[in-house]
């Protein structure tokens, strides 16, 4: 599957702001879906999943109750709504396939990655 993420840019702490990310190339609503992030320096971490019928949803413990994760499967659309952004939140964002339906938090259970979006957060 190919995937273009898309939405991200320089905001200031507290703005939101929401990345999408849109799949081809496979049947997206049989797969479990996720954004990932990675800040300079850093290894790429988990930031939220969601199974392949969008009715189970993982969140790091750093963006839960701030970022919401959905997927609409007729527009095979994934999204990322990103609220009272911290400037912790600055990295490129990858949204990922997974091998199977169900959600995971593990980037190894994931087969297809998109190119990244920047996301810039100032103080």
């Known amino acids: 599957v190919q995937l273009q993420a898309s939405g991200g840019g320089l905001v200031q702490a507290g703005d939101s702001l929401r990345l999408s990310c849109v799949a081809s190339?496979?049947?997206?609503?049989?797969?479990?879906m996720g954004w990932f992030r990675q800040a300079p320096g850093k290894e790429r971490e988990f930031v939220a999943s969601?199974?392949?019928?969008?009715?189970?949803?993982y969140y790091a413990d750093s963006v839960k109750g701030r970022f919401t994760i959905s997927r609409d499967n007729a527009k095979i659309t994934l999204y990322l709504q990103m609220n009272s952004l911290k400037p912790e939140d600055t990295a490129v964002y990858y949204c990922?396939?997974?091998?199977?339906?169900?959600?995971?938090?593990?980037?190894?259970?994931?087969?297809?990655w998109g190119q990244g979006t920047q996301v810039t957060v100032s103080s």
């Open positions: 990922a396939s997974a091998f199977r339906g169900t959600a995971s938090t593990q980037v190894a259970d994931f087969s297809s």
């Open positions: 190339g496979r049947t997206f609503s049989t797969y479990a």
């Open positions: 969601i199974s392949w019928a969008g009715y189970s949803t």
